[in-house]
T-cell receptor, first 114, second 114 residues
Framework: NAGVTQTPKFQVLKTGQSMTLQCAQD?????MYWYRQDPGMGLRLIYY???????DKGEVPNGYNVSRLNKREFSLRLESAAPSQTSVYFC?????????????FGPGTRLTVL | AQSVTQLDSHVSVSEGTPVLLRCNYS??????LFWYVQHPNKGLQLLLK??????LVKGINGFEAEFKKSETSFHLTKPSAHMSDAAEYFC????????????FGKGTKLSVKP
């Protein structure tokens, strides 16, 4: 079991460029999440997918789009990157979207936008 | 509205001495609470969780936390710090109900001196 995997691990973009961050889980979880982590801010939810075929906005969705490609994969797209999107991005999954279940996190993607 | 406050942004202890990381929460519902640990340049790992069963929760690596409803606290403790405990720790509350989105504290960085 690889758990939650993310690609790439590191990325440098120029302002205005686009890119897609990939996330996959092999735990047969229904729910998947994208977060960003900034110094002193904890993690903030960007988008989530409670189940295959559904997506919803989190706390900080502006500038991002997501696709739940299938049960395993949940991608995050930056259409026109801005320096404010420099951050570490984490994908997570959970067996189902319930308060009682913990989330499992990937290793993160460190993104720098110049 | 749900929120979580980690009372210390940085805690420094000597190896072999006790660890106390403080967390207070605010929740309209009976909360689920979690502690996660993040080692440098790594993803987040679950230490322990409280979901309305026993108020004293034991986690991995000798950590434990006590849920105190009257004080709205969920402090993390360990009797004897080890060098490998140096990391950032996040207290997390779950919104509750069928939508279990997580609210993260801003984190406490634990340093362990030899």
């Amino acid at each position: 079991n690889a758990g939650v995997t993310q690609t790439p691990k590191f990325q440098v973009l120029k302002t205005g460029q686009s890119m897609t961050l990939q996330c996959a889980q092999d735990m047969n979880h229904n729910s998947m999440y994208w977060y960003r982590q900034d110094p002193g801010m904890g993690l903030r939810l960007i988008y989530y997918s409670a189940s295959e075929g559904t997506t919803d906005k989190g706390e900080v969705p502006n500038g991002y789009n997501v696709s739940r490609l299938n049960k395993r994969e949940f991608s995050l797209r930056l259409e026109s990157a801005a320096p404010s999107q420099t951050s570490v991005y984490f994908c997570a999954s959970r067996v189902r979207d319930s308060a009682y279940n913990e989330q499992f996190f990937g290793p993160g993607t460190r993104l720098t936008v110049l | 509205a749900q929120s979580v406050t980690q009372l210390d942004s940085h805690v420094s202890v000597s190896e072999g001495t006790p660890v106390l990381l403080r967390c207070n929460y605010s929740s309209s519902y009976s909360p689920s609470l979690f502690w996660y640990v993040q080692h440098p340049n790594k993803g987040l790992q679950l230490l322990l969780k409280y979901t309305s069963a026993a108020t004293l929760v034991k986690g991995i690596n000798g950590f434990e936390a006590e849920f105190k409803k009257s004080e709205t606290s969920f402090h993390l403790t360990k009797p004897s710090a080890h060098m490998s405990d140096a990391a950032e720790y996040f207290c997390v509350v779950s919104i509750g109900g069928s939508q279990g989105n997580l609210i993260f504290g801003k984190g406490t960085k634990l340093s362990v001196k030899p």
